[in-house]
């Protein structure tokens, strides 16, 4: 048999199929099963996310644009979504960093007690918010045992979201470690490249956009924490998150405050992660 009678078309006397088609029908075109999946996983996103978002931001603008903004330039909610922002941010960058190191620690290194701090990784997964701003304040309040007493500060509101959020950024990152091949590492070892350049050069690309998706979880469970900033504030004006302020409101049945508050939080909060996810489709595509 020749090759050109290999790779010669079959012919038919039919029309061959479209392309882009499954079995003479447009591939497009959902079947029954697709469309009632697809429907009840719509229909449960709704109920569960989107009709609660669309009340909130109507509740907000119940009073008019301008009672909203009168809500939003309160002296307490200005503050409290200023601290809430700029905490968040800074502890994403933060944990971004630690927490690619600790990850890094955890896959290349093998050391005494790497178990044990494998467990340690996850207590702020498994500790309930409120007492994790206990654990916090034992240790960083009025009776702290290494003679720090960080109750009442907006640095006390920092330690909080750090605690809670470091493990987004850890256990998003070590899978994609431990899956790295290291031939590439070491071929440009081989080629006289040093350690930081083949870290920046080869494995930085791989593991970016795991980064950022971590980074995205981490700066979203910041906007959003409660129990653990609690304690730890003390309830002072200048440590409250916006969390806080709007529970207060709420407790004041200031629900159109409130409401504003939240709608502020979920803008800010679907920027940054939406910037995150552009930022990690364009890392990934370059990888």
Known sequence: MTLSAV???????????????????SSARLGAASGITLGTAVLWLSLLVLLPLAAVI????AGGWTGFWHALTAPGAAQALRLTILSALAVTAINA????????????????????VEVLIDIPFALPTIVAGLVLLALYGPTSPIGVNLLGTQR?????????????????????????????????????????????????????????SGAALAFARAMGEYGSV?????????????????????QNADYAG??????????????????????????????
Do not use: C
């Not at 504003?260 to 996810?277: G, H, K, P």
């Open 58 to 61: 109507a509740k907000s603008t």
């Open 156 to 212: 006390a509101v920092a330690f909080a979201l750090l605690f809670v959020t470091l493990p987004f950024v850890v256990r998003t990152v070590q899978p994609v470690l431990i899956a790295l091949d290291t031939e590439a590492e070491q071929a440009a070892a081989s080629l006289g490249a040093g350690r930081l350049a083949t870290f920046r050069r080869v494995v930085l690309p791989v593991i970016l956009p795991a980064v950022v």
């Open 7 to 25: 790779v010669a078309p079959a012919t038919s006397d039919g029309p061959a199929p479209r392309r882009g088609t499954i079995g003479g029908s």
């Open 97 to 116: 960093v630690m927490g690619t190191l600790i990850a890094w620690v955890l896959v290349r290194d093998d050391f005494p007690g790497r178990r044990l």
């Open 230 to 250: 609690l304690l730890i504030s003390g309830g002072v004006n200048h440590a409250r998150v916006s969390s806080m302020y709007a529970f207060q409101q709420i």
């Open 258 to 287: 409130a409401s504003a508050t939240a709608t502020v939080l979920l803008v800010v909060s679907l920027l940054v992660i939406v910037t995150l996810d552009v930022i990690q489709r364009r890392a990934a595509r370059r990888g």
